[in-house]
Structure formats: C-alpha cells, structure tokens
C-alpha cells in the first residue's frame, strides 16, 4: 500500500543532466528499499539503481557508474535519480519501485510497488 509518483523527466542534449524524482506516499515505514529501473524501445526493462532506505547504501548498474546518483530525502519519504552526462542511450522510460522485503539482491526486478515511470529523452 504504497503509492509512487515519479516527476522530472524531459527532453536534454547529450551531455546534459537532469533530476528524476519519485515521492512515496501510504505505507512508507514498510519501505526497505526504493530503486529505479529503465525501459527502452525494443528492450527490456532493465536495473539502473537502488537505496536501502535506513542505511543508504546504493547500487548502480556498470553503465550508469560515474554519472548518474541516487539519493533520499528521508523527511519527504522521496528517492531522487540525479543524472549527468546524459548519452542518447540513456533515452527511456524510467521507473521508481520500492521494495518491503530484505531480500539483499535490489538489482532484480522483485519490487512491490512501481510508478507510472516518466520518459526521459537525450537528443544528440
């Protein structure tokens, strides 16, 4: 019971960067850990991030690593996807989960809850 809105997403030129948001609400004391993932045309979805919600600790996919941050804002129960040099391939849709379980794999894609997700295009 857990809702997720994610905010943000837009046009930018390549090497650009943009802030993804996604805001929690209902349940957020269940929350374990939040994370965002992408789909592209003609791809499957695939892992770009995750938090654990009381440690912080974070995990990025290799073709993120150096670009893109995840972050929390533990008052206003929302996770933020800061994203720099942006590259057209990171053109997609993205998607904030969150995940009730302890399961210590944030990776895979066995979250609970998910956002509608918000399109993010980089135009070369």
């Known amino acids: 019971q857990v809702q997720l809105v994610e905010s943000g997403g837009g046009l930018v030129q390549a090497g650009g960067s943009l802030r993804l948001s996604c805001a929690a609400s209902?349940?957020?004391?269940?929350?374990?850990?939040m994370g965002w993932f992408r789909q592209a045309p003609g791809k499957e979805r695939e892992f770009v991030a995750a938090?654990?919600?009381?440690?912080?600790?974070?995990y990025y996919t290799d073709s993120v690593k150096g670009r893109f941050t995840i972050s929390r804002d533990n008052a206003k129960t929302t996770v933020y996807l800061q994203m720099n040099s942006l590259k057209p391939e990171d053109t997609a849709v993205y998607y904030c989960?969150?995940?009730?379980?302890?399961?210590?794999?944030?990776?895979?894609?066995?979250?609970?809850?998910w956002g509608q997700g918000t399109q993010v295009t980089v135009s070369s």
């Open positions: 989960a969150a995940k009730f379980s302890t399961d210590t794999n944030l990776r895979s894609e066995n979250y609970a809850s």
């Open positions: 209902g349940r957020t004391f269940s929350i374990n850990a």
């Open positions: 938090i654990r919600w009381s440690g912080g600790r974070t």
